[in-house]
Structures are given as structure tokens and as C-alpha cells.
């Protein structure tokens, strides 16, 4: 759906302050490289910007968001195979040159990331159950919430979470990391009718 | 003890788009704007040569009451002349207006604009860009249903779906509804204690067209607005007189009920519901959906069943949000 006034700036300004991060964060997730995923936040902005979609909330925006870049990054992720040498050596050059000057804060978090074992061992997962950790562990969403967004029943979304957390189990106690992955995940349910009130009940 | 996937989230919160990064994203976006201008330039009409400001929000909501046989999920009322809530730090509006909507085209556009707010509503399909699962109240639980064997010898069923048919828009005068197809499928009305004609008798319309004037927007804006549905009435196939006889024998009829308004539903696939707004400066703006129902609309229909009930056992007095039970895809 094209909208034939594109939003505003500082409305766009805004919507990139507010969810610009979780945005990256959901994008590095799925694709693994800063780089790609820059471009995945770049492209959501975009369509954000083209979009006639009325959010309610600011929660109806994230969840649109999110939704975006989850399609964005799977298109990405399917013409993947054609760019994943440059993208290797791009990032390592990156690295390099990174570690040249001075770093940002945002820039030594990403590189502390890549240190980390799970980052690592989420690479051995299949992109739909990396998804749902992300969604779960870091997005704080709800088995209802992850269903609504992806489109799925959330038996399924509670189906790939375990299999998502068996499979880190076993790669992190290959690695000999100590094993403590039943944080519960998900936050109380807020059911999407409980987003935006139009009016008294009418009997 | 910390968990490892509490470091871990704890480290990926910390990540952050860098000052470059955002400003990259704004070059882009300011990048794109001369191209979206001359595209809506090459594509807009000269449907009006007026530009106006817009000055308050006028929400049309259109009741859909709860008519009590099986399901009751989502009841609405009316709102009328909602200002345009202010957006709040995260590019958003304040929800706690009502009716109000925080898109920013709306709140800037120079031109008229609505939609259904069902489709706004909605939870966008993957893979599917202009699709969505319906919002809450829009044909997710049936207010009434009956079936069984008709004079002619043949079996008849009458499935009533609650339907939303508000929009968000600013300056609506009326909204017209139209939905494609035979006759089988029927918008209906029924006016309430609180909205009846002048002789006192209830309101009450039924047609494949439906007509939502300024009148009635200001009558029913002051009181509970009557029921506003999607009636069916069709013959179902042969095979259904088994199950209405196996209901028969067994006093359940829950099996025969959920497939005949699934069959139903499978019968509204692919219509095309046109509505047509129609604002103070005489100009009219049409939008076209198509509705489908879910893949797996039997399951859902029978779960919100299940969690109607639920809730009536459960003594809640908590507003049922059911399961969509179609996509509403915009077509135009």
C-alpha cells in the first residue's frame, strides 16, 4: 500500500529515534552483518515512509516495524548466497579499519556482540527459530504477540522456541558454556484489542 | 544469577545504530521524497483543486453489537468528531483517544483520505503487502445462526457475521457500502431502542448496498448505534443434512453449526466489499477490500467459541477479543 503523501519528517524523525534501534537490532539478528542490516533498517524507513497504514500507537508502530523488517530481512537473506563472500570481506575489512581509529560506544557494542556465545551459536539456527529467540529474548514479546506478528498459531511460535532453545543447549555444551537458557521469555500476553479503544460497548 | 541469555540481552540491547547509521537513514529518506512527489504528481488526479487544512478528526464508528446466539466478541460504539490526538515523542498518537489514529499522512495530508479501520487495524499477513488479519470486530464471531431443512425439501442456512464498518477519515459527510456478488450475501441493520425512525419503529436496513448518512452519523453518535452485520443465506450442500441429523439424534449441534458457517465463510471468499466516503466539500474517495477467511477458520471459529464460553464461565466482565476470521486485503 503506497501512501501518496509521504509522512512527514519529523513524524519520520521520530519513528527512527523511537524504534530506529530495535529496528538494527532485529535486522543484525536475522542477517548476521551490520552492514546488511543497515540496509534492512534503511528499506523499512523507506516503506514506513510510503506507507497509508494509520498506527494507533506507538506499540501498532513497532509491531509494523518489526513486521517490515522481518520480510525485508527474508528477502535479503534469500539472495544471501550472491553476496556472502563480499559481505564476508567487507566486514572484515570494516574490522580492520574499525580497529584504526577510535570507535563509537555503538560501535564497541557491536563488536562485544560478536564476542559473545550465543551470537555465535544463534548462527547455527535456522533463520525462523533465530527470529523467534530474538523476538522472545530480546523484544520481550509475548507466544501471542511473536504469533500475531509472524502470521503463525502460537502453539507453532512455542514450537520453535523450544526447539530454538534445545539446539542452543546442545551447541553451547559443545563449547563448554554453562547452560541457563529458562529465563521465561515472554511478557504477559496484551491482546491486540487491548491497543486502541473505540468506544463504549454497546449492548 | 544472570543467565547467559541474560547477557546476551543485556549486550544486544546495547546495540545501537550509530550516528552514522542514522544519518544514512535520513539521506535515504530524504533521498526518496523527490521521487515519491513526482510519482504521486504522475498519479494524482485532479479530483479536487482545494487544499485544505485539516482541523479535527471525525471518526465514523458504526456500532456492532453482540446479537447472542453463539458467539459474542467485540461490541462498538459510536464517535464523532474526534480532534486529531497530538503525536507523542515516538512518532506516535496517544491511544488512549478514541478512534484517534496517529498516521502521519493523515495528519498532514492535503487531501481527503480514510479507511476502514478494521484494515488499519489489522495485523499484516507475511508475504501478502496489502493484507492483513482483520481487526478486532470485524466478522470474527457470528450474532446469530440458524439452519435445518427448508418448505422446499432442501437445507437452508443463515449465518449473520458482526461486522466493523467504521473508518478513519477526516470531514466524512457518508459512507456507502457495497458488497459484490449475488444476493446471498446481504449488509444489514438493526436500529437499537436508543436510534429509532421518527414513528418509533427500529431502524432497519438490509441490501447488497448500504448507505451510512450524516443524519444517522449524528443520531447514532449520541447513543447506542443498533447492530450493523453481514447477513448469508444459502444452501448448503447435500452432505450437511447428515449432520443435521446426527444433531438431531444427539442434541449437539455444535459440529453442524461450525461447518455450515465455515462453508458459509468459504462462500464470501474473494468478495469485494467497495466503500465510498463522501466528504463536506463534495468530493468522494472510493477504497475496494477483498475478504477471505482464514486458512484454518473452522479451528478459530471454534476456539473463539471455546473462549466465549470461557469467559462465561469464568465470570469475566473483560472485553473477548476473538481470533480474526478473515484477511481483508486492500485493493484500491
Keep these: 500500500m503506497t501512501n501518496r503523501t509521504p509522512r512527514t519528517e519529523e513524524f519520520m524523525d521520530r519513528a ?23 540496509d534492512a533498517v534503511q528499506e523499512t524507513f523507506v516503506r514506513l515512509l510510503t506507507s497509508e497504514t494509520r498506527f494507533e500507537n506507538k506499540t501498532h508502530l513497532r509491531a509494523w516495524l518489526l513486521r517490515v523488517a522481518i520480510n525485508i530481512c527474508h528477502d535479503m537473506h534469500k539472495s544471501a548466497w550472491n553476496r556472502r563472500v563480499d559481505r564476508l570481506e567487507d566486514d572484515q575489512h570494516a574490522d580492520a579499519r574499525d580497529s584504526r581509529r577510535s570507535a563509537s560506544a555503538e560501535e564497541i557494542a557491536l563488536r562485544t556482540l560478536k564476542d559473545h556465545p550465543v551470537w555465535n551459536a544463534l548462527a547455527d539456527l535456522p533463520e525462523d527459530q533465530r527470529l523467534v529467540i530474538h523476538l522472545a529474548y530480546i523484544e520481550d514479546r509475548s507466544s501471542d504477540e511473536i504469533a500475531q506478528l509472524l502470521g503463525i498459531k502460537p502453539a507453532t511460535v512455542r514450537t520453535r522456541l523450544f526447539r530454538a532453545r534445545t539446539r542452543l543447549r546442545e551447541i553451547l555444551g559443545e563449547t563448554g558454556n554453562a547452560i541457563a537458557l529458562a529465563r521465561p521469555p515472554c511478557a504477559p500476553s496484551v491482546s491486540r484489542g487491548n491497543a486502541a479503544s473505540h468506544g463504549p460497548p454497546t449492548h | 544469577m544472570a543467565t547467559i541469555m541474560d547477557e546476551y540481552a543485556q549486550r544486544m540491547a546495547s546495540i545501537k545504530l550509530t550516528p552514522q547509521m542514522r544519518a544514512a537513514i535520513k539521506r535515504r529518506i530524504a533521498d526518496e521524497r523527490p521521487n515519491l512527489a513526482q510519482a504521486a504528481a504522475r498519479s494524482q488526479p485532479a479530483r479536487r483543486p482545494d487544499r485544505r487544512t485539516h482541523t479535527r478528526r471525525h471518526v465514523i464508528a458504526i456500532a456492532a453489537c453482540t446479537a447472542g446466539l453463539v458467539l459474542g466478541c467485540t461490541a462498538l460504539g459510536i464517535l464523532w ?17 478514541q478512534g484517534a489514529s496517529s498516521n502521519d499522512s493523515a495528519l498532514s495530508a492535503s487531501e481527503s483520505s480514510f479507511v476502514l479501520v478494521a484494515y488499519a487495524d489489522g495485523t499484516p499477513v507475511e508475504d501478502r503487502g496489502d493484507t492483513v488479519l ?27 457475521f458482526n461486522i466493523d464498518l467504521r473508518a478513519y477519515g477526516d470531514d466524512i459527510v457518508q459512507l456507502d457500502y457495497r458488497i459484490d456478488g449475488d444476493e446471498s450475501a446481504q449488509f444489514c441493520y438493526l436500529g437499537s431502542r436508543g436510534y429509532t425512525k421518527p414513528d418509533g419503529s427500529f431502524e432497519e436496513m438490509h441490501g447488497k448496498e448500504l448507505t451510512i448518512t450524516q443524519d444517522m452519523l449524528e443520531r447514532i453518535g449520541t447513543i447506542d448505534g443498533g447492530t450493523f452485520s453481514l447477513e448469508m443465506t444459502f444452501a448448503p450442500p447435500d452432505e450437511f443434512r447428515a449432520l443435521y441429523e446426527e444433531s438431531h439424534a444427539t442434541g449437539d449441534s455444535d459440529e453442524f453449526r461450525f461447518e455450515s458457517i465455515a462453508y458459509g465463510a468459504q462462500l464470501l471468499a474473494g468478495s469485494i466489499i467497495t466503500v465510498t466516503a463522501s466528504f463536506e466539500d463534495g468530493t468522494t474517495l472510493t477504497h475496494e477490500y477483498r475478504i477471505e477467511p482464514v486458512d484454518d477458520f473452522k479451528d478459530a471459529l471454534m476456539r473463539n467459541s471455546q473462549a466465549f464460553f470461557d469467559s462465561i464461565d469464568a465470570g469475566t466482565t473483560d472485553e473477548l477479543v476473538c481470533e480474526p476470521l478473515f484477511t481483508i486485503e486492500q485493493l484500491s
Design chain 1, 16 to 38: 527512527i529515534d523511537a524504534h530506529g534501534d530495535a529496528v538494527f537490532r532485529l535486522a543484525l539478528n536475522q542477517l548476521r552483518n551490520a552492514t546488511d542490516a543497515q
Design chain 2, 81 to 97: 468528531s474526534q480532534k486529531n490526538p497530538a503525536p507523542t515523542n515516538d512518532g506516535t498518537a496517544d491511544g488512549e483517544k
Design chain 2, 134 to 160: 482483520a481487526g478486532p470486530g470485524f466478522m470474527d464471531s457470528v450474532g446469530s445462526w440458524d439452519a435445518g431443512p427448508d418448505d422446499d425439501g432442501g437445507m437452508s442456512c443463515h449465518n449473520v
